[in-house]
T-cell receptor
Framework: SQTIHQWPATLVQPVGSPLSLECTVE??????LYWYRQAAGRGLQLLFY??????ISSEVPQNLSASRPQDRQFILSSKKLLLSDSGFYLC????????????FGPGTRLLVL | LAKTTQPISMDSYEGQEVNITCSHN???????ITWYQQFPSQGPRFIIQ???TKVTNEVASLFIPADRKSSTLSLPRVSLSDTAVYYC????????????FGTGTRLLVSP
């Protein structure tokens, strides 16, 4: 069966510090991968998606970046965090063929102070 | 991706049946109707999907009229643990796509 991991689960960072969140998927190959952010009480905002290694598409301009160094690894980064980067970050994947169902990771709660 | 509209919130009591309706007037022939459930501090979880008529699984039922311009998620005999946000999406059947999750419907089940 497939599983998706995210770490860390929670993170408190000062403004201006760097960020690296990691997402890995097990039990499948060539997944489409997604990064979302969810503010408190709000819907999910799609940040990045990737259809393959090294292929990243950005949905919104921001100080975040994403990378996919391996087939089942997706990394969300920032060089300098802003207060507005606080939120709940979710990684998700879909199968290459049957894409109408997304599978989400447990999420990382980020608080920037 | 077809736009969806659903109520912002709903209240219910334990043991009642809850029906959440979603409208998707511009749904395309190739679109599915999919519902997700999200608990606080967790990622959304797929609960049910359908194309037309009725679909039932161990969690919920999904009713889709013939014109497919709306759908109703039915939760039988809800419990406190069904308190969550429910999202309605209409993804295409094939091809890469970006799913857009709106604010969903916040269901509160009280004792």
């Amino acid at each position: 069966s497939q599983t998706i991991h995210q770490w860390p689960a929670t993170l408190v960072q000062p403004v201006g510090s760097p960020l690296s969140l990691e997402c890995t998927v097990e039990g499948t190959s060539n997944p489409n991968l997604y990064w979302y952010r969810q503010a408190a009480g709000r819907g999910l905002q799609l940040l990045f998606y990737s259809v393959g290694i090294g292929q990243i598409s950005s949905e919104v301009p921001q100080n975040l970046s994403a990378s996919r160094p391996q087939d089942r690894q997706f990394i969300l980064s920032s060089k300098k965090l802003l207060l507005s980067d606080s939120g709940f970050y979710l990684c998700a994947w879909t199968r290459g063929i049957n894409q109408e169902t997304q599978y989400f990771g447990p999420g990382t709660r980020l608080l920037v102070l | 991706l077809a736009k969806t509209t659903q109520p912002i919130s709903m209240d219910s009591y334990e043991g009642q049946e809850v029906n959440i309706t979603c409208s998707h007037n511009n749904i395309a022939t190739n679109d599915y109707i999919t519902w997700y459930q999200q608990f606080p501090s967790q990622g959304p979880r797929f609960i049910i999907q359908g194309y037309k008529t009725k679909v039932t699984n161990e969690v919920a039922s999904l009713f889709i009229p013939a014109d497919r311009k709306s759908s109703t998620l039915s939760l039988p005999r809800v419990s406190l643990s069904d308190t969550a946000v429910y999202y309605c999406l209409v993804p295409r059947r094939t091809g890469f796509q970006k799913l857009v999750f709106g604010t969903g419907t916040r269901l509160l089940v009280s004792p």
